[in-house]
């Protein structure tokens, strides 16, 4: 089994090369989720947009159905936002105000995308499985970001 560190590695040149700057957001973060999930496996990994109505909107993403819409500081996905950090959360079902879009997520991660100052959106990665992330998803995963 490969190490987490070196497969995150591996993925960071992958993203890095799959990113193209000519293409509007959606394609790019569609294959950012899809490399994530080919690497990794997760249970849901994906992106919310900050759109015009001030709501974490929905965007590419791989897994089943999901959350449409999420309200500014509700959910991990709206806290991560309203906090400007990344949150990584061992039991959802602790954290107080979690919104189950899944009862098969027990752990996840968020990470907010910052852009010009301002929080556009949010890459959310749930998994199966408690406890499933830890700081070097959260390192990995704040530089996958930063390149989009």
Known sequence: ????????????????????????????YA?????????????????????????LELGPFQGPVACTLIDFNKGVCGTAWAKRETIIVPNV????????????????????IIKNNQVIGVLDIDSQYFNQFDDIDKYYLEAIVKIL
């Open 1 to 28: 089994m490969i190490n987490k560190e070196l497969q995150y590695q591996n993925l960071l040149s992958q993203i890095e090369s799959l990113i193209d700057k000519r293409c509007e957001w959606v394609a790019n």
């Open 93 to 112: 079902h602790e954290f107080e105000g979690h919104i189950a879009c899944s009862s098969e997520s027990n752990s996840e991660i968020v990470v907010p």
């Open 31 to 55: 294959n950012v989720s899809a490399a994530i999930q080919q690497a990794f496996n997760h249970w849901w990994c994906g992106f919310y947009m900050v759109n015009k109505n001030n709501q």
